[in-house]
């Protein structure tokens, strides 16, 4: 499931003063390592030039910038999560974007990088054609999702993580009970890493290939335009 653009705006605005919080706190701190690994994917192309999509309170920009040696610019729709990112990294720019309709001209980054952000999109298909409109040929694209495990016992133990430990942490820390109620609904609604790759191959990435973590509760996917 996705929300429409105000309604996730809103949400996220809510929820920005408690979000690195949370998300450390949800992962147990896991999902740092994700992060890392999936950058490091990208250091055989040396990129100049990044475009972190969705990029909440600034931790990925911040990561990509530390390990790419690269120029990044950080963009998102909810400018309460941005005013916490700019604090962060008051030498990196964020700019309020909606990532279904960049204000970038074509061929404008060498790498597009969104870390838990696609789920969120309305139209999965839409913004991956607009990732690849504003990357340059050759360049790449960098993704890190949640989703749902396919396989007992991880599944059964997402199910009951999510649905009574994941909310309740939620509900406690962040006092917004849509919000944490929406995550897990999110990650079900989410495509599996197969039928992603092949989205990916229809809107022209090529090279695309992806690695599961923890049974695929995150994945990563990387492509080329």
Known sequence: MALDPLTNKAM???IAPTYDRLNHLLSLGIDRGWRRKAVRRL???KPRRVLDACCGTGDFSILLRDTLKAEVTGCDLSEGMM???REKAPDLRFEQQDCLHLTYGDASFDVVACAYGVRNFESLEEGLREFRRVLEPGGHLLI???SVPRRWPMTWGFWIYSRLIMRLIGRLVSRDRS?????PESMAAFPQAEEVKALLQKVGFRRVSFH???FGLSTCFLAEK
């Open 12 to 14: 996220f605005d809510r």
């Open 144 to 146: 890190l999702e949640l």
């Open 212 to 214: 599961r973590y923890l």
């Open 179 to 183: 919000a944490y109620e929406y995550l």
């Open 83 to 85: 005013q916490i990112a």
């Open 43 to 45: 250091l055989p192309f």
